[in-house]
């Protein structure tokens, strides 16, 4: 199956810095990508979808501002986490389709970074 | 919006006995439910899509039922094996295609 790979797996920074997550679809073209947030025993919350070449799309009540993405070409979405504050320490997911003919609609997800604001 | 229930209480069951997992929406009915595995510390990973217009879908050990008129999906694991042991999620469309709202997920814990 296709592979989604995002970097790092984990990382603790400081309040007031940011952070960039990176995500590569490694054997496919993904001109949509996705980006959740998950917290400890919650349900994985879409942040955003990131489209290549365009502005990526924020679902409500998700800062644009602070949660930056870039979607710079078909197989690499990023996303920065400006002023990184304790209240931001979560596990990010981001997660790409192809678009096979068999369950188009599926996702592939990245491992996952969790991150860890001090 | 989709409102999504998994039982959040975690599934205790012994080894070679079939885990049956419920998934319940409450609101539009989905053009297609999916289901996924994750692990602790891992991002999911897909095993089945089921359409609305499909009452059922087999996959090795892995069987989804999908009942439209219930709002309700069950997903069966049979033989069940300690390294099925996971949590698993179920996933509706938000409709948008590929863009996914997920349920909680149920803890499955298979004792050998």
């Known amino acids: 199956g296709a592979v989604v790979s995002q970097h790092p797996s984990w990382v603790i920074c400081k309040s007031g810095t940011s952070v960039k997550i990176e995500c590569r679809s490694l054997d496919f073209q993904a001109t949509t990508m996705f980006w959740y947030r998950q917290f400890p025993k919650q349900s994985l919350m879409l942040m955003a979808t990131?489209?290549?070449?365009?502005?990526?799309?924020?679902e409500q009540g998700v800062e644009k501002d602070k949660f930056l993405i870039n979607h710079a070409s078909l197989t690499l979405s990023t996303l920065t986490v400006t002023s990184a504050h304790p209240e931001d320490s979560s596990f990010y997911i981001c997660s790409a389709g192809t678009r096979s003919s068999l369950d188009s609609e599926k996702l592939f997800f990245g491992s996952g970074t969790q991150l860890s604001v001090l | 919006s989709q409102k999504i229930e998994q039982n959040s209480e975690a599934l205790n069951i012994q080894e070679g006995k079939t885990a049956t997992l419920t998934c319940n929406y409450t609101?539009?009915?989905?053009?297609?439910l999916q289901w996924y595995r994750q692990d602790p510390g891992r991002g999911p990973v897909f095993l089945l899509l089921i359409r609305e217009n499909e009452k059922e879908k087999r996959k090795e050990r892995l069987k989804v039922t999908f009942d439209t008129t219930l709002k309700q999906s069950l997903f069966h694991i049979t033989a069940s094996q300690p390294a099925d042991s996971a949590t698993y999620l179920c996933a509706l469309d938000m409709g948008g295609f590929q863009k996914l709202v997920f349920g909680t997920g149920t803890r499955l814990l298979v004792s050998p």
């Open positions: 990131s489209n290549e070449g365009s502005k990526a799309t924020y």
């Open positions: 609101n539009y009915s989905p053009a297609y």
